[in-house]
C-alpha cells in the first residue's frame, strides 16, 4: 500500500465523520431520512390498521395486500389519519435525531437539550404542514390515505432538510 492509500476501515471512518464532504452529507442525511421514513410509515400504518382505523377497502395498500378493514366514517377517518401521524412523528423523530446527531450533522451549535428541542420543533413545524395537507386531501378531495400520506412525507422532507442543517446543527 502507497503513502496515500487509506485502509478500508480509514475510508469508513471518514465517511461517518462529521466533516465528511457536503455529497457524503447529503447521501447520509438520505439514508438516515430513509431509516426514519421508514420507521414512520410502518408505525402510521401499524396505528391506522390497529389503534386509530384510518384505512378503507379503496386503498391501494389494503387491495396490494388484500386485507379486510372496518369502514370508517370519512371525518373519523381523517381524524384518525392525523393520530396515526402523530404517533409515527413521535416514534420516527426520535430515531431521526439520534442519527442525524451521531452520522450526519455536526452538533455542538446549540446545548443538546436546546438542539433536541429545535430538533422536534424543525419537525413538529414540517408535520404540521404536511398532516394538514394530508387532512385537506382526504377530507376535502377524497384522496386514499396512501397516496395523501406520500404529499405529507414529500414536504415535510423538503421543510426538515434546509432547517436542520442551517438551523439546528453546524451545516
Avoid: W
Avoid at 65 to 89: C, D, H, I, K
Avoid at 116 to 143: C, D, H, K, P, W
Amino acid at each position: 500500500m502507497g503513502e496515500g492509500a487509506m485502509t478500508l476501515k480509514e475510508r469508513c471512518g471518514v465517511y461517518l465523520s462529521h466533516d465528511a464532504s457536503a455529497v457524503v452529507q447529503f447521501i447520509k442525511y438520505g439514508l438516515a431520512g430513509g431509516v426514519a421514513t421508514a420507521v414512520h410509515i410502518l408505525t402510521f400504518f401499524l396505528a391506522g390498521f390497529l389503534l386509530f382505523p384510518c384505512v378503507t377497502q379503496k386503498d391501494i395498500l389494503v387491495r396490494l395486500l388484500g386485507l379486510a378493514v372496518p369502514v370508517v366514517e370519512e371525518s373519523l377517518r381523517a381524524r384518525n389519519a392525523v393520530y396515526s401521524n402523530v404517533l409515527a412523528f413521535l416514534v420516527s423523530n426520535l430515531v431521526c435525531y439520534l442519527l442525524n446527531r451521531l452520522f450526519v450533522f455536526k452538533p455542538g451549535r446549540h446545548h443538546v437539550a436546546l438542539e433536541f428541542m429545535l430538533f422536534f420543533g424543525v419537525s413538529a413545524l414540517s408535520m404540521t404542514v404536511g398532516t394538514t395537507l394530508m387532512g385537506v386531501l382526504i377530507r376535502e378531495f377524497g384522496m386514499q390515505t396512501t397516496p395523501a400520506f406520500g404529499a405529507n412525507i414529500l414536504s415535510s422532507l423538503a421543510i426538515n432538510y434546509v432547517l436542520r442543517k442551517f438551523v439546528v446543527f453546524n451545516g
